[in-house]
């Protein structure tokens, strides 16, 4: 229900698709830990773009707040950035609520959102 790509500007990029559990959000976020920790051998800030592919991407209760609280351990400096990129305006919306306004934002687009962590 996911996979993750390094592109070559440096950001990590995570498609996602269908239900969250627990579980499955904590596999989630430790293969995107590893990413991160491999793109920041060679640079030094963390990129990274989640892509909701469809309209079925949800998650428990337990797994949004384990999202939530790892964000906190993904962006370690000012530097540091994430983009959302969803089709509902108002998941982003929630999104750009529950998250760090200078690190967190969302867009309707993955060019939009690369054009914002790279800027």
């Keep these: 229900m996911y996979r993750i790509e390094l ?26 830990l590893k990413a991160v920790d491999q793109m920041r051998k060679s640079r030094n800030r963390t990129l990274v773009a989640c892509v909701s592919e469809g309209e079925l991407h949800a998650a428990s209760p337990e797994a949004m707040a384990e999202f939530i609280a790892f964000q906190k351990i993904l962006l ?44």
């Excluded at 950001?11 to 698709?17: E, G, H």
């Excluded at 509902?88 to 929630?94: E, I, K, P, T």
């Design 7 to 32: 592109d070559s500007v440096g950001i990590v990029v995570v498609y996602v698709s269908g239900f969250f559990e627990l579980e499955s959000a904590r596999a989630l976020n430790r293969d995107v």
């Design 76 to 119: 370690r400096g000012p530097q540091d950035k994430m983009a959302n990129v969803v089709a509902s305006a108002l998941v982003r919306m929630q999104f750009e609520r529950l998250g760090q306004p200078d690190q967190v934002k969302s867009f309707e687009t993955l060019d939009q959102a690369k054009e914002w962590l790279l800027g």
